[in-house]
Nanobody
Framework: QLQLVESGGGLVQPGGSLRLSCAAS????????IGWFRQAPGKEREGVSC????????YVADSVKGRFTISRDNAKNTVYLQMNSLKPEDTAVYYC????????????????WGQGTQVTVSS
């Protein structure tokens, strides 16, 4: 059974950092593009950062460029999202998703989704 499990969310003050993890089971991440998406209350789900299959090409949304970094550890079958200099507007539920041999960050292309992890940035 293909499964993605996110972890690492929580409450952090503005300017703080968090690292989200997306662990896969039942399949090998090596062959999948992995995307991080987020959804704030009342807003559409948006792509934050995505990393393609093994060659590692990445996409980063303008709103998080220079603050968020996506990386993958194929040996651990895990993808990470390092989030620095967090702002209140980063508050959302963050989801990871997988797309077999994908190369885009369009959410409709992603077939497998985790359950999400809440990130709250507040003083």
């Amino acid at each position: 059974q293909l499964q993605l499990v996110e972890s690492g969310g929580g409450l952090v003050q503005p300017g703080g950092s968090l690292r989200l993890s997306c662990a896969a089971s039942g399949f090998t991440l090596h062959y999948y593009a992995i995307g991080w998406f987020r959804q704030a209350p009342g807003k559409e789900r948006e792509g934050v950062s995505c990393i393609s299959t093994s060659y590692g090409g990445t996409y980063v949304a303008d709103s998080v460029k220079g603050r968020f970094t996506i990386s993958r550890d194929n040996a651990k079958n895990t993808v990470y999202l390092q989030m620095n200099s967090l702002k209140p507007e980063d508050t959302a539920v963050y989801y990871c998703a997988a797309d077999f041999y994908g190369s885009s960050c369009a959410k409709d292309e992603y077939d497998y989704w985790g359950q999400g992890t809440q990130v709250t940035v507040s003083s």
